[in-house]
């Protein structure tokens, strides 16, 4: 299972576009910042990652205020066929 749910702050995020077959896509840059505890150590967990939005939650997404925070519901998928890189997939938020 490819599943992820993170609470971040939306740090970046790209103007709505539309791919070659009309999907309305929005690509942002996700903050995230917690204490999580690790072999019974607490631990600082602080990271950004590349996101994006496709199809009707696109729209929610570039309306979303910049510096708020929300809980992100999605999958990780290579960037593209040939990357190793990873982009976070959002598919629903609150």
């Known amino acids: 299972m490819n599943q992820l749910v993170v609470v971040a702050t939306i740090t970046e995020r790209e103007t709505l576009r539309y791919t070659p077959a009309g999907i309305p896509i929005v690509g ?3 903050k ?25 939650i696109s729209g929610r997404m570039s309306r ?6 929300y809980q992100f519901t999605g999958f990780l998928a290579r960037k593209n066929r040939n990357s190793k890189g990873l982009v976070f997939h959002i598919i629903d938020f609150i």
Do not use: I
């Open 64 to 69: 979303a205020e910049l510096g708020a925070s």
């Open 32 to 56: 995230h910042s917690s204490e999580q505890v690790e072999a019974g150590v607490p631990r600082l967990v602080e990271f950004e990652m590349p996101a994006v939005a496709a199809g009707e």
């Open 28 to 30: 942002a840059l996700l």
